[in-house]
């Protein structure tokens, strides 16, 4: 394993400390829902810079409890607010890693750890950025939570409901997921399809399969409102957004007998809607398609659809990314859901981040120079919406 506690000098030295920030958030293991030493961690290299920094539990188990980070550094009276938002949790890293998910390890240029760009590298991005944005250039705030890759029950909500009681109203806020497909800066999200989850349920009559006119077969319903919500085209697109789409994600009976009929038949679909629907439209319309077969439907909106309209902010960050690596990021809505889904509700958001080839897998890994080029492209992009 490679020490990198004293790490080489950034190509850029007005970014220091990028790789050393990231490797110390690797070390600490973070399976969602989080708490403890990785925000310990955090706090360690915020309250430095000049951060307030609040931190809190919330909610219970078996999703809780959820650790969630609220630090700020104000700037004079009237100046504007940015705010850097993202998660410090993770997915759990499985199984055949060459090397442990939660020692970070650099072998050659790259970084490899669980969280590695799914997102503790871009939040060490944004600490080694503000340490360079000079304190009175205005407001800065960190929105950091536990359970972005759980439930997100009592994540980001909360913290927006903390920092509404405080008054601590964002002008911007970006969210550092990793974005980035092919190359750092070639991609960012100005908005994302909504979701729902809808649970379906048929109740039949339990019998012998000799005997039909007994017994009510719960299956048979099943198959046909699925059949007719599959069926369904709910729209063609819009300039913004691909075709929302319905997926049967799960059908379930659970007979273990060949010669009985069952009473009961379950089966769950997900829709990813763009902002042509609503999570509470579709579950209406679901619903009254189940009713209509026997059944009935569950809705549970995981978030609606947003978009951030092109603009003052989608271009500060355009430029940054073009000055930095020389090509002109792709605006985009696709991919699934991030907790910038919350956060629109309280100012403009957009998603930048690093390159996304590895999050979730097996061998997560950074480049060290998209490490660097992410936090050098923070500095500008922080400085450019404190000054707009």
Known sequence: MTDIQSPPAASNPAVPGV????HALIACESITPATGSV???????????????????????????????????????GSKHFAFA?????????????????????????????????MKGSIAAMVAAVAQVPADAGTVSFVITGDEEGPARYGTLALMDFMR??????????????????????????????????????????????????????????????????????????????ASNLEVTDL?????????????ASARISIRFND?????????????????????????????????????????????????????????TGGGTSDARFLKDMAPVIEFGLCNATMHKRDEAVAVADLEGLARIYVTVVEAALKA
């Open 165 to 242: 009681e405080r008054g601590e109203n964002p002008d911007l806020i970006l969210v550092g997921e990793p974005t980035s497909v092919h190359r750092l800066g070639d991609m960012m999200k100005i908005g994302r399809r909504g979701s729902v989850n809808i649970f379906l349920d048929v109740e039949g009559v339990q019998g012998h399969v000799a005997y039909p006119h007994l017994a009510d077969n719960p299956i048979t319903k099943l198959v046909a409102m699925l059949a007719e919500l599959d069926a369904i085209v709910l729209d063609e697109g819009t300039d913004w957004f691909q």
């Open 252 to 264: 379930t009976v659970g007979n273990p007998a060949h010669n009985v009929i069952p009473a009961r």
């Open 39 to 77: 925000f310990d961690c955090l706090e360690s290299q915020l309250a430095p810079l000049g951060f307030e920094v609040s931190r809190f539990l919330a909610g219970e188990a078996p999703d809780g409890p959820v650790e969630n980070l609220f630090a700020i550094r104000r700037g004079p009276a």
């Open 276 to 332: 042509l629907h609503t999570g509470a439209e579709l579950g209406a319309r679901v619903c009254a398609i189940a009713e209509k077969h026997g059944g009935i439907a569950r809705p549970v909106i995981s978030g609606e659809a947003f978009l951030t309209e092109p603009g003052v902010f989608s271009t500060l960050l355009a430029d940054a990314i073009r000055a930095e690596t020389g090509i002109e990021p792709e605006l985009s």
């Open 86 to 118: 993202g998660h410090l949790d993770v997915v759990p890293p499985g199984e055949g890693w060459t090397s442990a998910p939660f020692a970070p390890e650099l072998r050659g240029d790259l970084l490899y750890g669980r969280g590695a760009v799914d």
């Open 19 to 22: 790789l050393a920030l990231a």
